[in-house]
């Protein structure tokens, strides 16, 4: 008999959780309906050698991090209020405001919450917030977005 341990079956995407640490400010723990962004390209740049025309090489070009996209449902109060004071503090409404930029890490749950993976980001400032759409003849949830870029 196989030993049930050692069996490793896919995570399921909908457990996950988002905690975002903004000096400055109290951070925070958010819920979010989706997470997309976690990803990395590091770019080919072909290059031909004089004199030789039956190929080119690859050359390692710098790596990008396209930005992180936290989408949830629209809640009024308390709930988002860390979130867009961090949002608000980018927009330069008062001068000598400080800009903070955050670390933060999104984990992956098992099914019994216990953690899985994880992905760190640095230096991440929130450059897009994006309110929900509203539409009378729809019965849909309310989403907002959070956009941030970051380092890495």
């Known amino acids: 008999m196989a030993n049930s341990s050692a069996r490793k079956d896919p995570l399921p995407v909908y457990c996950f959780k988002v905690k975002i640490e903004v000096d400055g400010f109290s951070g925070f723990d958010a819920f979010f309906k989706t997470v997309s962004g976690l990803k990395y390209e590091t770019e080919v740049t072909d290059y031909k050698e004089g004199g030789v025309n039956l190929w080119t090489h690859k050359v390692v070009g710098a790596t990008k991090w396209p930005n992180i996209v936290l989408s949830r449902g629209f809640c009024a109060g308390d709930a988002m209020k860390p979130m867009l004071e961090w949002r608000r503090s980018w927009l330069n409404e008062s001068p000598g405001a400080i800009l903070t930029r955050a670390n933060g890490t999104i984990t992956m749950l098992y099914t019994d919450l216990s953690p899985a993976c994880s992905w760190e980001f640095v230096k991440g400032w929130p450059c897009k917030w994006e309110g ?9 949830l309310a989403i907002e977005k959070l956009e941030i870029a970051h380092n890495g």
Request: without cysteine; proline residues 11%.
């Open 132 to 140: 929900p759409d509203l539409d009378a003849s729809k019965s849909e």
